[in-house]
């Protein structure tokens, strides 16, 4: 099957080359900016994609959601198979997608969207058509995951940990998605939607990492955890919950094995327990390796990710409840549930009672209303 | 499609039940022991499920190679699915069932022959058509991990552990095919034969945990390691190499969080990089929800697990190095290139300089063979 590449950046050119060797497959036409046209195989229009009656597939890799949703629009409606990359298109338009491919006949396809080359969505798609997946999640951003282990194994302060991490390609120049937990959260909403045919929309939480200084990993560290940025989904009563946050893990957990960039993501299957996947979650090759998984299933004759009945539905983060580390400045410690506190030079540091995740999120936007600052990471018990 | 069940033990009566909920499948006829048949949904022939029109696939969860060969072959040459758990069968003579299933245009799966729910084998069989796998191993046998965990953590000595494992149903009356390390070693043979189409027969290696002592752990323990039974199998040059041994593992590295009766599969590809998978090895639903995957996987359009080019070769085990721990007669330290040693009672403790795995596994069956002790376990740096 000869498949175009729409977009030829870090994951584009990855997919690409793995193209010419994987099995059954072939490189088609590329897609790129005009201007950008310097070999034969690159093409400027995606007319020139959707209509070679020799192309059977496309690998969208560009990013963002227009005109990503414009061009994987074109290729379903012309019957031709889609693997994507590109989770902001996925979380903003992807029942959509998943509709006009099902028209079509043709497979839509978006592992690579979660975990870079970690299979997680391609799992969950699997497993939930004969096991009931009770709850999910996992560290699901590498960016983060390289800054908190520099914080707590080298002792870097937040700033610089940024640094070392734009520096080695890690994050963007901008980082925001990233360390404000976005991405993160754009991940575990389609795994949710994979695995239960409901995309939480409204009500979603990410707290990132933006406010966890050296000083706090020294503390709990002291205390024998470790933090790592976790995006959590799962059932309650009839909803579904999705956030993201700081969680403190104690010594051991196979989360605190989770060094550098790398991904981890789990679920618990009613029969299965719990699985755990762990691998690169970014990076030219990774994510390519994970489109092409996607394109070798697709030869198997997979067609759908997205389970038909996929509806958009609003997040509830009401009903979880944990414990919580919260440094926050002492004159307002009074205001939490607390089942332990300690305070010094006006910074009170304290282990709440269990509150439920929206109101913690809540309590913490609340405080830096004020103008106060405030760190907080659920307990993992 | 209707699945029919041969074998109901442990792991029939999950698979069983589960297909009385799994999307796109439902029960069939089951194959139970003459006088067993209790029951309208059993039967004690296999021409009974072999001549029923409705039977799409087979689920073979009996164990042992006979009858499980004739039955499985009789399925496939029907031209009905076949799934197994079984790695003895598919070890001993899984090229064949391949090639009878080719023959007949039926599916051969197998993934929960290792790593129970660990989707370990599903996934090589995905990767390898399009990544190169380097190499591959894990924690693949459950019982042996429950013991190394509860003489390590528990500070049990062998035999209570031992006693400990059967009581929980961890380990079979006779435990030896999982303590000498064999079961392991079936698992990374079928691993070897879906990453690189080449089983390997001859040659292959595995050292098992019956020579540890709770004094061992006390010592590798205060020195900052872990001990984990792993099985390894990779290519050298031409070869392929295969084998059982323990690994002594710094703190920290994700081996070290497989506690309990939980497995760890890994694999390292050329393009996705380290892919860590782990969970359940083993049980009634851990191993029944990878049965039903490889299910779903056949009415999804999968086939083959085992390339179509897959052939027995001999396994080398003499191109790969460790550095090893040794535990053995004082008075023998001296046949071993050594790099530190220490030495208490007539029992020396070293660390060897980088030696082969062929050359170790042949020196402690000579030390054996004398009517020596010896305990040894590979350094992972």
Known sequence: MKVAVLGYGTVGLGVYEMLKTAKGLEPGPVLVRPGKDDAPFKVTSIEAIVNDPE????????????????????????????????????????????????EHGAAFLFSAACGGGVPFLHHLSL???????LSLGGILNGTTNYMLDAIQRLGLEYEQALKDA???GYAEADPTADVSGLDALRKIMLACAVA?????REGLLNEGIASVTAADAAHFMARGYTCRLMARGGKTGDGIYAYVEPVLLREGAAECSVLENYNMARYEGACAGPIILMGQGAGRWPTASAVLRDLGCILLGHREMLPACCAEVPADNGGVSHLYYVRLPAHRAAALPCESAESAGGVARLVTKPMSVAAMHAFAAKIRAEGGEIFFAALEQ
Chains 1, 2 share one sequence.
């Open 55 to 102: 192309v059977g597939a496309a690998a969208e890799v560009m990013g963002g959601v227009e005109p990503a949703f414009s061009y994987a629009a074109a290729v379903l409606s012309a019957g031709k198979h889609l693997v994507t990359s590109n989770k902001a298109l996925v979380a903003a338009r992807g029942i959509e997608l998943a509709e006009i491919a099902r």
């Open 127 to 133: 497993a939930r058509e004969s096991d009931e997946i």
């Open 166 to 168: 734009q520096r080695l």
């Open 196 to 200: 239960w045919g409901r995309l939480p």
